[in-house]
């Protein structure tokens, strides 16, 4: 898909690759732009996945396993995938647009008190926007996200009354806790989160009028992947990971 959300010349000059990119002024008139301007599809299904560090997302190594998640078991016409998180709100179909394509920030280095609850609150209130939007777009909705993200996530069902399931589970993100790490819920890359996520579309498939959708086998395709290997693979590279 090919537009221009802000033209050229009317862009700021302000830096996209600080903490302050949250209150960027093309970040925030983008975002408005997809709440009020912006037609979503009419789908069986809309996945929210976390933004990632290599642009354009689709392109990113986090979002190809998401996507083989995804597609082994949906029909790719029938699935929205759209990304959340420092960018705000992003269509993936969107994501070579700017400024989704050119800032360099990672709200996940963040550690400034405000920022990170000025995040939360924005966020959360841009995405119960977009639920009410489009409330009457999707019959299934799904949010794969942990920390900060899982709570504007979280925050927005309950402004916005629009059912959305979320996960991994609870109790499989309690297992996994490491105070130690930079990140104590670790990646969303392992392989128990990925099976939640799994389960959770298989479960929907199910509940679903679409009977045409593939219904597979337990995903499996990735073995559990450490906090380490993702440092020396370069796997690593959505946004949430060390908030």
């Known amino acids: 898909m090919c537009l221009t959300i802000i033209p050229e010349d009317e862009r700021s000059s302000l830096p996209l690759d600080t903490d302050e990119i949250i209150y960027h002024p093309d970040m925030i008139r983008a975002n408005e732009w997809i709440l009020n301007e912006y037609e979503a599809p009419v789908k069986d299904f809309c996945i929210f996945v976390p933004c990632a560090k290599k642009k354009p997302y689709h392109e990113s190594p ?17 699935v929205h995938i759209v990304v959340f998180g420092t960018c705000g709100i992003t269509p993936r179909e969107l ?34 926007e977009y639920l009410e939007k489009t409330r009457g777009s ?4 799904i949010a794969y996200c942990i920390g900060d993200f899982r709570k504007a996530m979280e925050l927005a069902v309950e402004i916005s009354d629009v059912e959305v ?17 930079k990140f104590i819920y670790g990646s969303l890359n392992q392989k128990s989160y990925l099976q939640d996520f799994s389960d959770s579309l298989k479960e929907h498939v199910g509940d679903s009028d679409s009977s045409q959708n ?15 290997d993702e440092e020396n693979s370069g796997i690593n590279d959505n946004d949430w990971y060390i908030i």
Do not use: W
């Not at 800032?103 to 550690?111: I, P, R, V």
């Not at 999707?138 to 909705?141: C, E």
């Not at 399931?165 to 790490?181: A, G, L, R, Y």
């Open 165 to 181: 399931t979320i996960v991994p589970k609870q109790e499989t993100i309690n297992s996994h806790i490491q105070p130690d790490k």
């Open 95 to 128: 994501d070579t647009e700017y400024p989704f394509m050119d800032y360099q920030f990672m709200l996940g280095k963040c550690n400034v008190a405000k920022i990170k609850r000025d995040f939360i609150k924005m966020e959360s209130k841009r995405l119960a």
């Open 214 to 228: 593939c219904l597979r086998s337990d995903y499996s395709g990735h073995e559990a992947i450490t906090e380490d």
């Open 138 to 141: 999707y019959k299934h909705r």
């Open 62 to 78: 986090s979002h190809k396993i998401f996507d083989k998640v995804i597609f082994d078991i949906l029909d790719p016409e029938k």
